[in-house]
């Protein structure tokens, strides 16, 4: 049990409540989180804000600074090529992540993060123990949502 993935997990559980999609974010440095977030697109009707891009905004105003250096992230969903760009500038070490992206069969976040074009390069794990726990809440909610219409 990794406790980071479960805080993330939470976050994700989070957004479910309020009827976004369930996608959580924790950010960590030296052990420690920093900052979390979720998915809050319909609430703010604001398109960029995804878990990872709201975790980054509050790791940013804590640490003081737009480089996340020595940070890592946990995310519920293998970021989208916007939150991969975002966390690539932002300098982040690492991302540790459960579901796949089902709908993207290319690898648009390992190119973005692995990107000559960029000055630095992001790690990528898959955290296989929590694949199907992060994919069940994401097809839950999309099976929920498609119930209501």
Known sequence: MNRF????????????????????????????????GFNKR??????????????IKKA?????????ENCEMYVTLKPC???????????IKKVYYGAEETNCADNLCEQIFSSTRL?????????????????EILSNFF???RQKK
């Open 143 to 145: 099976k929920k949502h």
């Open 119 to 135: 000055n630095h390069k992001v790690e990528l794990e898959k955290m296989e123990e929590y694949s199907s726990i992060c994919a």
């Open 60 to 68: 940013c105003k804590k640490l003081k600074d737009w480089r996340l």
């Open 81 to 91: 090529p916007m939150c991969a760009g975002a966390i690539s500038n932002a300098r």
């Open 5 to 36: 993935m479960e805080l993330a997990l939470r976050e994700a559980k989070k957004a479910d409540k309020k009827k976004e999609v369930p996608i959580g974010a924790v950010i960590i440095k030296n052990g420690r989180v920093i900052a979390v």
């Open 42 to 55: 319909e609430k703010t009707k604001n398109a960029i804000n995804h878990a990872e891009i709201i975790a």
